[in-house]
Every structure is written in C-alpha cells, then in structure tokens.
C-alpha cells in the first residue's frame, strides 16, 4: 500500500533542496530507514517511529522495516500552469498522481534569490498554486460534463452519480473555492475519489525559513499557520538549509548540530510525521526475532484489510487476529509476557485496527 506525497512550488523557494535533503538523509540512515530511487525525482523514506526500535530490542528482532512514503519531486509551477505555461500539463499530471501535497513556500528574505514575482508572501504564492489547480479542475470538469451527456440521456446510474459530483464541485469551484470543500456522503466517497480533481488534495504547507529561524519560525510562516488553520490544512517550519547541512553529517553530529540550533528533530522527521498524519494514516507492527515491521493504514482499517496489506491471500482467508496494544507488549516486556498477563486478545472480522497494535495473523490458506 504506496502513499504519494508532491513536493510543489513556485522556482526559487527550496523546493529541490528539501527534496535533495530528504533524500540524502534517507539514504544515510539506511540501516533504520530504507530509501530507493524510483525515477530522478522519487524517493521512498521511512516513517520515522521510535516505538519500533523498542519493540525490536524487546523481541531480539535481527531486522527493523519501518513504513514508507513516497515523495515526489514535481516540476516547478508557474502562473499560466492550468493553461500549459511553464511545465504546466506535466506538473498537474504528476500531482493527479498523488495522495496529498507538500507545498514549500517561500518564508525567508534573501536578496541574492530572486523570487520569481519580486516579493516574498508566502500567503499569495500558496493561492497562485491552488488556483491554477482549480482553474485545471474546471476545465477538466466541463469536458467530462460534455461527454456525459449521451449517457445521462440513456439513464446511465454510474453517469448520473458523477454528474452529480462534478456538478457539486464545479459550484464550489465557481465559487473561488477548491473541490475539497465539497461534503461527500460515505455512499459516494468512492465515485468522488475516482474523479482525481486536483483541488481535492489535502495540503501540508511547508514554510522554508531562514538558518536562524527555524525553532522558532517568524512573521510569514505565522500568516501560513494562519491560513492553513482556516483552511484546515496542516503547516511545518523548516529550514531547507539546515537540513542539507544535516544531510551531510554522521548522525551523533547531526543530533549535536540540532541541538546547538534549539531543535529536538531534524525538520524532515516532522515533514514526514505530519504527511503521515494529513492521509489520516495509522501504524500496526508484527514482531518476531526475524524482524520488526511497520506497516501502513489508513484510520477505520478492519482487521481482514489490514491482514491484506501484507498479502492479499491474509485477507481471503482471514480466521482472526492476535493482537496486543503497543503499552501492554512494552509493560510485559513482550509476547510471551503479554500472554500471561492476559493481555492478547483474540479480535475477529469486525476489528478496527488502533495505531500501534502489535498483531499475527491467522488465515486458511
């Protein structure tokens, strides 16, 4: 189960060196946290989780597999995108293809990189991408209305359905708002997912601020907090110079450098934590002396889907699930422990999964 993040932004914000960064920590850290190069501008990291080195050392595990997420580094946008300026058809193809975004705004002052408007206002650089994404989604909406229409005539119920739903959105768009903001009942969640309409994407803003302001961030990364609370979009702060430097260090010299910065993590753990958080993901972990593995959910995950995660036939032939919460196999110091203490519970078909049960499955083959 992938999860695809875009890295966006307007040229000359930090966008390519957090992406560079991202990766070059990914690939030190390789021991705890695996990174591929898919293609030039895909990166796989992993989700950064101490309780896994925990469970590790608990159960002797000779292997610990974090999750993963997927960045992906998107062509630079420019005003006009929607229209095919710049890279345009090519970057909104790319993020068509995503989960979430990760937009990098502009919130440091540096006269030697120009800002490709002349001005630093990170608010107005968010609203330049959201609306060329919105401006794509209408005229991607219209055509789909058009080639409807034969089928709405002939009573076409799946027609119906997305008329309905591109109606909805096409108001709402209309209305200078993005498509994400339009209520969707559970029954037609799925309709509307398959859509792809850009402006549904759930957004973390991510504010690139200067060296000396990355504890505490600073003027236009509070106006980002701001809009992404109204939006109800999520914001990190962090430096994307800081964290090439970090890039480059052992890790005792990067935890060090931290420090003397006031920073109790590097920036990406948090990028990564809180993209993790924006999907409305969640963590369960099978343990053995082989190995500690996360493994990646989304939250309302049944037991029989998430038993499907790690292979499809789980999923089929699903009898129940062992499972343990995350507090317990740590306060009984592990399986056997838990056991005794009456702490493992036999959960069936209708379990939802909690972040960070410890589970086995078993299943009919």
Known sequence: MGFKMGIVGLPNVGKSTLFNALTKTASAQAANFPFCTIEPNVGEVGVPDSRLDKLAAIAGSKQIIPTRMTFVDIAGLV?????????????????????????VLRCFEDGDVTHVDGRVDPVADAETIETELMLADLESIEKRRANLVRKLKGNDKEAQQQERLLAQ?????????????????????????????????????????????????????????????????????????????????????????????????????????????????????????????????????????????????????????????????????GEQGAKEAGKMRAEGKSYIVKDGDVMHFLFNT
């Open 79 to 103: 005003k006009g995108a929607s229209k095919g300026e710049g890279l345009g058809n090519q970057f909104l193809a790319n993020i068509r293809e995503t989960d979430a975004i990760a937009h």
């Open 169 to 333: 959105a096409q108001e709402m768009l209309e209305e200078g708002k993005p498509a994400r903001l339009v209520e969707v009942d559970d029954e037609d969640a799925k309709a509307w997912k398959m859509l792809q309409l850009l402006s549904t994407k759930p957004v973390l803003y991510v504010c690139n601020v200067g060296e000396s302001e990355s504890a505490e961030g600073n003027a236009h990364s509070a106006k980002v907090a701001e809009m992404a609370a109204a939006q109800g979009n999520s914001h990190v702060v962090i430096s994307a110079q800081i964290e090439e430097e970090i890039s480059q260090l052992e890790a005792e010299e990067a935890q060090m450098f931290l420090e003397e910065m006031g920073l109790q993590e590097a920036g990406l753990d948090r990028l990564i934590r809180a993209g993790y958080e924006l999907l409305h993901l969640e963590t369960y972990f099978t343990v053995g002396p082989k190995e500690a593995r996360a493994w990646t959910i989304r939250q309302g995950t049944s037991g029989p889907q998430a038993a499907g995660v790690i292979h499809g036939d789980f999923e089929k032939g699903f009898i129940r699930a062992e499972t343990i919460a995350y507090e317990d196999f740590i306060a009984c110091d």
